[in-house]
């Protein structure tokens, strides 16, 4: 049975995510507050953490940010009312892989969370000879999960290898944000969001370091493509 930890305040939200997820057949624990959802997922073995942002005590970012200091696997879903532009990116940029902005449909919940979950377990390197992918001066390793540029190892969150790994299968060709929506995130997305494009550069930030040449570029009003300019 999959062990997810919903750290919330609201009374309604913890009772409607609860029941729902119960139900579903996951085992569900509760924290009520920041400082003890940390603990919590510190110490606790879950396979899902479902992390409100406005939270007392510490807030979700900071609590996001503490666990991804110990545990990079442990997939998290934000949940927020603040659905700008700015507060998503600020939570993705403290490690949470997904977010849902309340209030939401139970269904789109656990469509989230099973993608998640799905992804996670998929991500868990094998025995079996290395994958590797060559591009330019990067080399990406599908089976150790990890990244080298110019010799140098590139620390990436599972979504950004995630969407590294789709360019690098495909370089020279032009990915809609559409098309990245669906292979990386695995789920539809509201067009108008702009995960894409803030995750696109972050891996710009990371394999730039050091004034090393873009190879991630923008194709004006089609995409995002892999290539040598």
């Known amino acids: 049975m999959r062990k997810v930890l919903l750290v919330e305040d609201e009374s309604s939200v913890v009772s409607f995510v609860l029941r729902g997820l119960t139900e579903a057949g996951y085992a569900v624990t509760v924290a009520l507050d920041g400082n003890q959802g940390l603990?919590?997922?510190?110490?606790?073995?879950?396979?899902?953490?479902?992390?409100d942002i406005m939270l007392p005590g510490m807030n979700g970012l900071e609590v996001c940010k503490?666990?991804?200091k110990q545990n990079?696997?442990?997939a998290i879903l934000m949940l927020t009312a603040l659905g700008t532009a700015e507060n998503v990116v600020l939570g993705l940029e403290t490690g949470a892989d997904d977010y849902l902005v309340k209030p939401f449909k139970?269904?789109?919940?656990?469509?989230?969370?099973?993608?998640?979950?799905?992804?996670?377990?998929?991500?868990?390197?094998t025995?079996?000879?290395?994958?590797?992918y060559r591009f330019a001066d990067v080399e990406l390793n599908d089976t150790t999960k990890t990244v080298i540029r110019n010799g140098e190892t590139i620390t990436c969150t599972s979504t950004e290898y995630r969407l590294l790994l789709l360019l690098?299968?495909?370089?020279?060709?032009?990915?809609?944000?559409a098309e990245i929506l669906e292979d990386v995130w695995?789920?539809?997305?509201?067009?108008?969001?702009?995960?894409?494009?803030?995750?696109?550069?972050?891996?710009?930030?990371k394999l730039e370091v050091n004034g090393l040449p873009r190879?991630?570029?923008?194709?004006?009003?089609?995409g995002y493509v892999l290539k040598n300019e």
């Open 127 to 132: 025995e079996e000879d290395p994958d590797v």
């Open 39 to 51: 603990q919590m997922a510190l110490t606790g073995d879950y396979h899902m953490i479902i992390l």
């Open 106 to 125: 139970f269904i789109e919940l656990l469509a989230r969370i099973k993608t998640l979950l799905r992804r996670s377990e998929s991500g868990v390197a």
């Open 215 to 222: 190879l991630i570029h923008t194709v004006i009003g089609m």
């Open 186 to 205: 695995g789920v539809n997305f509201e067009m108008n969001t702009n995960v894409v494009d803030v995750y696109v550069n972050y891996l710009r930030k």
């Open 168 to 177: 690098m299968k495909s370089p020279r060709k032009v990915f809609s944000r």
């Open 72 to 74: 990079r696997k442990v």
């Open 66 to 68: 503490q666990i991804r």
